[in-house]
């Protein structure tokens, strides 16, 4: 292949996969996150790969991001991947924590991804690559912001790539909803991951090749693992208020614990 794939969040996790497998592709690449130590590591195992660290939360930081896919006449892939989630009950969480969490995940990734669009377009070919989640279909009580703003995506992509799509480009968008995936996110969160059963989490392989493979038949919204696919999909003939209802006592029985 060639041309060039920014990703952001690359320092590990399914970031990290995704700038994996597409150096192991041949495409040159722009790793971003905040850790340029973890950076610079990754760098080293790669083949043609620069650094560029930045945190996206913060506005000089991302118009440095915008530039740089501003100037890549080359982009083929953008991977909107940096973020990060806040676990508590809303009021009682700091404020800033989670206005960084809504400008990592929305004005960042709606920055980003017109950026790329403005020359992909133009040239006729690139591929973004929108990290969702499955919680962006479920609100969730003590985990609020984290699923508002993982909606967000998974509706700004879907809608992005039917526009694409109405005019007949043939750029291609997705939002990728993973469900739970082993990844330093849980720790960061100080998650329990015993909580969920072993057979609902995916490693970030799983789910990074799962969107590579799909990116090819152009479906706008990708849910790696069947058994997400059949939860996001029966859950929308069950009526909200049992959803409401089972939501509630999921959060009642964390209480309890």
């Given at each position: 292949m060639g ?7 690359a ?11 597409l150096?192991g592709?041949?495409f040159?690449?722009?790793l ?5 130590a973890r ?8 083949r043609?790969?620069d650094?560029?660290?930045?945190d996206l ?10 530039d740089?896919i501003a100037a ?7 991977i909107?991947?940096a973020?990060f ?5 809303f ?7 989670q ?17 790329a669009?403005r020359g992909?377009v133009k040239?006729?070919r ?5 990290v969702?989640?499955?919680a962006?279909?479920?609100p ?6 984290y ?11 879907e809608g ?11 750029v291609?968008?997705q939002a990728?909803c ?6 330093e996110?849980h720790?960061?969160?100080?998650m329990d ?5 072993s057979?609902?989490w ?8 799962t ?13 790696p ?5 059949l939860l996001v ?6 009526p909200?208020l049992?959803l409401?209802?089972?939501?509630r006592r999921?959060?009642?029985s964390?209480?309890?614990?």
């Amino acid at each position: 292949m060639g041309g060039t794939a920014l990703v952001t969040g690359a320092s590990s996790g399914i970031g990290e996969v995704f700038a994996r497998r597409l150096s192991g592709l041949g495409f040159r690449l722009i790793l971003v996150a905040r850790r340029k130590a973890r950076l610079d590591r990754l760098a080293s195992e790669l083949r043609n790969a620069d650094v560029l660290a930045a945190d996206l939360a913060i506005d000089s930081d991302l118009r440095k991001v915008e530039d740089r896919i501003a100037a890549e006449s080359e982009l083929e892939f953008l991977i909107n991947n940096a973020g990060f989630g806040v676990q508590g009950v809303f009021p009682e969480t700091p404020r800033d924590m989670q206005d960084r969490m809504h400008r990592l995940h929305v004005i960042a990734i709606e920055r980003l991804t017109h950026a790329a669009l403005r020359g992909m377009v133009k040239r006729r070919r690139g591929n973004i690559i929108n990290v969702s989640s499955v919680a962006g279909f479920f609100p969730t009580p003590f985990n609020v912001s984290y699923c508002a703003t993982k909606a967000w995506i998974t509706s700004f992509s879907e809608g992005l790539s039917m526009e694409l799509q109405a005019t007949r480009s043939p750029v291609r968008v997705q939002a990728l909803c993973p469900g739970f995936t082993h990844s330093e996110f849980h720790d960061v969160v100080k998650m329990d991951r015993s909580m969920i059963p072993s057979y609902m989490w995916m490693t970030a392989e799983e789910v990074v090749d799962t969107s590579l493979r799909r990116l090819k038949s152009n479906k706008p919204i990708v849910i790696p693992g069947w058994r997400y696919r059949l939860l996001v999909g029966f859950s929308r003939w069950i009526p909200r208020l049992l959803l409401h209802a089972g939501a509630r006592r999921f959060a009642q029985s964390r209480i309890k614990g």
